[in-house]
């Protein structure tokens, strides 16, 4: 008897410690996410961007940036290299083709991957800051992030 009680209470002993470990464990977890940034040009030629994108939290890190899907914009963007180690980045391109070799209407220009530390959901703002179409112009756009399902 003395034996079962001794067991129980250094079980009990050892419980507290080990669920403190678990969620030590599950606030310092990292995991990673893409977000991919949109910009809609409504029925003009896109040839120039700038945009802010942003989390709403400082558990999230940027740590890459990649171009893209049409083929104008599948390099990465132009960015401050220093500032992806925080959770806000300005990004910009240009593309000096003819209209016809450019998008138009709602095309993904970049897609930027993070680094989410602890048990958080983040939110994320992209605002434009200009965009043009071909000989400078400027013209109204709308830019939009989507989260990027991880089991794709």
Same mark, same amino acid.
């Given at each position: 008897?003395?034996?079962?009680? /001794?067991? /129980?209470?250094?079980? /009990?002993?050892? +419980?507290? @410690? /080990?669920?403190? *470990?678990?969620?030590?464990?599950?606030?310092?977890?990292? $995991?990673?996410? #893409?977000?991919?940034? =949109?910009?809609?040009?409504?029925? *003009?030629?896109? !040839? !120039? =961007?700038?945009?802010?994108? #942003?989390?709403?939290?400082?558990?999230?890190?940027?740590?890459?940036?990649?171009?893209?899907?049409? @083929?104008?914009?599948?390099? +990465?963007?132009? =960015?401050? @290299?220093?500032?992806?180690?925080?959770? *806000?980045?300005?990004?910009?391109?240009?593309?000096? +083709?003819? !209209?016809?070799?450019? @998008?138009?209407?709602?095309? $993904?220009?970049?897609?930027?991957?993070?680094?989410?530390?602890?048990?958080?959901?983040?939110?994320?703002?992209? $605002?434009?800051?200009?965009?043009?179409?071909?000989?400078?112009?400027?013209? +109204? #756009?709308?830019?939009?992030? *989507?989260? $990027?399902?991880?089991?794709?």
């Amino acid at each position: 008897m003395k034996k079962l009680i /001794l067991t /129980l209470v250094t079980g /009990l002993l050892l +419980a507290g @410690p /080990l669920a403190a *470990q678990r969620a030590k464990d599950s606030a310092s977890a990292v $995991r990673f996410q #893409a977000v991919d940034i =949109y910009v809609d040009s409504m029925n *003009q030629p896109l !040839a !120039a =961007y700038q945009i802010e994108f #942003a989390a709403n939290t400082e558990a999230v890190k940027i740590v890459g940036i990649e171009g893209g899907e049409h @083929p104008a914009y599948k390099e +990465a963007p132009y =960015y401050d @290299p220093r500032a992806i180690q925080r959770e *806000q980045v300005v990004i910009a391109a240009f593309n000096t +083709a003819p !209209a016809d070799n450019l @998008p138009t209407g709602r095309t $993904r220009i970049a897609t930027v991957h993070l680094q989410i530390s602890g048990d958080v959901e983040p939110g994320f703002i992209a $605002r434009l800051k200009t965009a043009a179409t071909v000989q400078g112009e400027k013209v +109204a #756009a709308d830019v939009t992030t *989507q989260e $990027r399902n991880t089991n794709d």
